[in-house]
């Protein structure tokens, strides 16, 4: 029978950043127990990347990472790099390829990648538990003692790698927010990111383009993306608002160039050169049909271009660079990708992850306000938290 001294560290969570920790830190010889209260261990790294898990991005730096506090990731970032990742995929012989934007794959499933990690858990003598909810944890005595189904475990060190709400099917929670709490430490209010967008009002039209997708530079705040855009019946997603919402606060717009390589005067030229030609008709040569169709009819410019004065074309074309959408909120945890918030840095150890105010109690992963642009930058920031936690356990 186990008994509570034959730990050196308990990390709560077997996801991405949990696995990395518990793997790392076991290698270094701490006797480490990795507790999830979920069946099986890294659920969200296998439905991840469409199952075939985006597991870094080759373009990682600090500036593609939102926080209260943009510096703090930069020290874990800069001591685990997106090619230190890659060595250890390639040392377990899982092929790659980079699909587009520094985006990083596994050739085959995501499934490698938890076998990978559980292996490197192995090698570490990591102790993994699973199934069982986490019913407390206390702190006395220089020890953190956690009830996990009907055991108790106890450990001079705690790793909160619970990750935060977004995927609730998945079995997400705001456990770590709850236990940040319990232990002083501040939370910034989470909230959705990487998450479709919800449309009403006078933007409801769109919704009937539902099934549409096209390029575009998509604009919030002060974080402009150009990726696609996709229709939906709801709103608005794709690559582009996707990454635009992480910037997006309710109340604020959220403005699209249809035609972010168009050329200025590109409409008036157009008018020269194909007089009979219509603003659909101009607009079908580089959008869908039907977002042609709809644009025009905003625009309100019926009938041929060279029956428009080059001031109304003008105008067009500057409302087409800047089209305003006004999002009513977003599709939620339950279609975010990750959480924006979650556990104050200022509160951390940027170093080594650890809290200020309570010794051995450390935060990784998206528990932590540290969130990341679509396409491996949060499993990036996975591996590097977590392996900054296990350096100092």
């Not at 703090?72 to 587009?100: M, N, Q």
């Not at 993994?128 to 009830?147: I, N």
């Not at 709801?234 to 699209?256: K, N």
């Amino acid at each position: 029978m186990t008994t509570p001294s034959d730990y050196d560290a308990i990390v709560l969570g077997a996801g991405a950043a949990g696995l990395m920790c518990a793997a790392i830190a076991g290698q270094r010889g701490r006797r480490v127990l990795l507790l999830d209260h979920a069946e099986q261990v890294g659920k969200k790294i296998l439905i991840s990347g469409g199952g075939r898990c985006n597991f870094t991005n080759i373009h990682t730096v600090p500036e593609r990472y939102l926080s209260a506090n943009p510096h703090f990731a930069k020290s874990a970032l800069a001591r685990y790099t997106p090619a230190d990742f890659i060595a250890l995929v390639d040392a377990h012989g899982i092929a790659w390829h980079e699909k587009t934007l520094g985006q990083l794959f596994c050739d085959g499933s995501a499934k490698q990648v938890v076998a990978m990690l559980l292996d490197e858990a192995a090698k570490g003598g990591v102790e993994v538990r699973c199934g069982m909810p986490v019913r407390g944890v206390e702190h006395a005595g220089g020890r953190f003692r956690v009830t996990f189904g009907d055991q108790a475990f106890a450990a001079p060190n705690l790793v909160i790698a619970t990750g935060g709400p977004s995927i609730p099917k998945m079995g997400a929670s705001g456990f770590a927010y709850d236990l940040a709490r319990q232990f002083g430490l501040k939370v910034v209010e989470p909230r959705p990111a990487l998450v479709p967008l919800t449309l009403g009002g006078g933007d409801v039209l769109f919704r009937e383009l539902s099934g549409v997708a096209t390029p575009v530079e998509a604009r919030a705040g002060k974080a402009a993306f150009r990726e696609a855009a996709l229709f939906t019946h709801r709103g608005l997603s794709g690559p582009a608002i996707l990454q635009a919402s992480s910037y997006w606060r309710h109340g604020e717009p959220v403005t699209i160039d249809f035609l972010p390589d168009a050329a200025p005067g590109w409409l008036v030229e157009a008018k020269r050169t194909r007089p009979r030609a219509t603003l659909a008709g101009a607009l079908g040569t580089a959008l869908p049909d039907r977002l042609a169709q709809t644009l025009t009819e905003r625009l309100a410019l019926p009938g041929e271009l060279g029956a428009q004065a080059d001031r109304k074309l003008a105008d067009a074309e500057a409302r087409l660079k800047r089209w305003t959408f006004h999002p009513n909120g977003t599709e939620g945890f339950a279609k975010a990708e990750v959480t924006a918030g979650g556990i104050s840095t200022a509160g951390l150890s940027s170093q080594t992850m650890m809290a200020k105010s309570v010794a051995g109690l450390y935060a990784v992963g998206e528990a932590v306000d540290v969130t990341g642009w679509l396409g491996g930058y949060n499993f990036q920031w996975a591996w590097a938290s977590g392996y900054a936690a296990a350096q100092a356990l």
